[in-house]
């Protein structure tokens, strides 16, 4: 029986009182019908799928509650390069579009200057300044892999961190996480060629912007 729709006139062969409670279970069923919860709407529907999709995993959520995190964000899923875990290299790399879609938009104007993530409209003189190291006149900018870069806390998935620097190369234009750190870092993390791991974002009790990398599989389980 359609819940919102009119019941049809007819004549009951039935007793008063068995009539009586026939309408009684047939409004009480009503009622639960339009009680019942409504189906999600598809958009709705979608959404909730991707939010699944986007769970925190465990490790993550006790690191950013024991650091304060005011601001946590997913930053990507990536396979791990053999440049990523060469000692020659020393860095971690962020693809361009990675950096400026879900980097870059959390970031201060100074940080974004310090990272040497600026775009045409953040490229002003003022800042251009700043980079060069004077006030005066300007002169020849510093290559990505020269340039200090924004200090960032790193961790690995299991709570170990140290201090690393985010800039961006100018010639790939893609960005790194690099530093005297680093192979520590690779080392304490267990990150191998191969390897896919989420990397994400937050800021601290203290508002510094942090990341934690680890691999998505828990390395104790698979062994």
Not at 156 to 177: E, I, P, Q
């Amino acid at each position: 029986m359609a819940p919102h729709s009119l019941l049809p006139f007819s004549f009951s062969l039935l007793s008063p009182a068995t009539s009586s409670k026939t309408e009684i279970l047939e409004t009480l069923d009503l009622i639960s019908n339009l009680s019942a919860p409504l189906p999600l709407p598809k958009q709705a529907a979608a959404a909730a799928d991707e939010t699944k999709v986007e769970d925190m995993p465990e490790w993550v959520a006790k690191l950013v509650v024991d650091k304060g995190a005011t601001l946590v964000w997913k930053v990507m899923e990536k396979e791990i390069y053999a440049s990523d875990v060469s000692d020659q290299q020393n860095r971690f790399l962020i693809r361009k579009q990675i950096a400026e879609d879900r980097i870059r938009p959390s970031m201060t104007g100074d940080e974004i200057a310090a990272a040497n993530l600026m775009s045409g409209d953040d490229f002003t003189t003022s800042k251009r300044r700043r980079l060069y190291g004077g006030t005066g006149d300007i002169g020849e900018r510093k290559e990505g892999r020269e340039h200090g870069g924004l200090p960032v806390m790193v961790y690995t998935r299991y709570g170990w961190g140290c201090l690393l620097y985010l800039t961006r190369w100018d010639a790939s234009k893609a960005s790194v996480l690099k530093g005297g750190n680093y192979r520590e870092f690779h080392r304490r993390s267990f990150l191998a060629a191969g390897d896919v791991v989420e990397m994400w974002a937050f800021r601290d009790g203290h508002g510094k912007l942090c990341f934690i990398i680890g691999n998505k599989i828990d390395l104790e389980i698979s062994l």
